[in-house]
């Protein structure tokens, strides 16, 4: 093996190694069901928090809930949606910590995780500059271009978050020869 | 045994050897087609039955929950059905014969009878009574959501 390895990326290697076989780690990854059980946990949560995010994504876009106002929607939506996606980053954490050597050398994990800064980014961004400026009342009235934007961004990147995680099995390692 | 010899038929059909000789990424994409079913259906039955127990958007009518809850329950059940359906009948002999495929279909019969006779009857009232918008929430939700966990142990079973 002559292939030079970065040593930022050996360092990520060996820390990853470090994780996975931690003994957290290997508890979850040799169960035979708390890996599951987190997994199902996953799913579960995923589904609460990107249906949910749907829904109000949707409703920026005028195309659900057209007679309930967006600030209501925003404010009765959002304890839950933000609960579910503490669960979803609890348990996808855990899901990790089991299974980190092969996750940082897997070509749709990195995805996934650049789009989930980028929808955090854009969660962000309407949370700070956009939601503040939506009104209340007058629920049929179109929302702003910028909550429009925020909610196709929102649609888009979360998709492509579910369709990498799913895809995570399915893509070979970008390590030739495996890790070092 | 009969169960063993409609297994086989199922695998060897031609809809079968189309997809487990296609790419393997075919069947990753029917398994991301599947995942967003699933994830459509369950967020619909969470949202209808928060509106039913009183916690989500009270003040707002059950007709206008129930409508964004009917749109997504039936994308997603179409969505989960198909690509389930496919991936079965290429995989059929594996799975077909495990307990917890058997259990997955037994909660999934629960689930929509519980779906036709009770759920989407309670939805069509404006005023259901709460033992009902209960009673449909909480069966709809173990049911349902049990369908999803028996599906994602069946890869470890």
């Given at each position: 093996m002559n292939e030079v390895v970065p040593p930022v990326l050996a360092g990520l290697y060996a820390w990853a190694e470090k994780i996975e076989y931690s003994a957290v780690g290997t508890a979850i990854a040799e169960s035979r069901y708390l890996f599951v059980l987190i997994e199902g946990l996953h799913l579960a949560a995923l589904a609460v928090a990107f249906g949910l995010l749907l829904l109000v994504d949707l409703r920026l876009l005028g195309?659900?809930?057209?007679?309930?106002p967006v600030k209501r929607v925003l404010s009765q939506l959002r304890p839950w949606i933000i609960g579910a996606f503490a669960l979803v980053f609890v348990s996808g954490g855990l899901l990790f910590w089991s299974a980190a050597a092969r996750m940082v050398a897997n070509p749709a994990f990195a995805i996934k995780l650049v789009l989930i800064v980028l929808a955090g980014i854009n969660a962000l961004y309407f949370e700070v500059?956009?939601?503040?400026?939506?009104?209340?009342?007058?629920?049929v009235a179109a929302t702003p271009r910028a909550a429009r934007l925020a909610g196709i961004a929102s649609i888009t990147l979360w998709s492509l978050i579910i369709v990498s995680g799913r895809l995570i099995p399915y893509l070979p390692s970008w390590v030739p020869g495996g890790i070092p | 045994m009969r169960l063993a010899a409609v297994l086989d038929t199922l695998q060897n059909s031609a809809v079968a050897h189309a997809i487990s000789k296609s790419d393997h990424l075919v069947g990753a994409t029917l398994q991301v087609v599947h995942i967003f079913g699933i994830v459509l259906l369950l967020s619909s039955l969470v949202l209808v039955s928060l509106r039913l127990l009183g916690w989500?958007?009270?003040?707002?009518?059950l007709s206008v929950v129930a409508r964004e809850g009917r749109r997504f329950f039936r994308i997603g059940v179409t969505l989960a059905v198909v690509s389930g359906t496919l991936i079965f009948i290429a995989t059929a002999k594996l799975y077909g014969t495990k307990w917890i495929f058997g259990l997955k279909m037994v909660l999934f019969a629960a689930a929509v009878a519980i779906h036709v006779l009770l759920l989407s009857r309670v939805l069509?009232?404006?005023?259901?009574?709460p033992a009902a918008a209960r009673t449909a929430a909480a069966l709809s939700l173990v049911l349902w959501f049990g369908v999803g966990f028996a599906g994602r142990m069946i890869g470890f079973a």
């Open positions: 195309a659900a809930l057209g007679t309930v500059a956009v939601s503040r400026g939506l009104v209340g009342e007058g629920a | 989500l958007l009270p003040e707002a009518p069509r009232q404006e005023q259901p009574s």
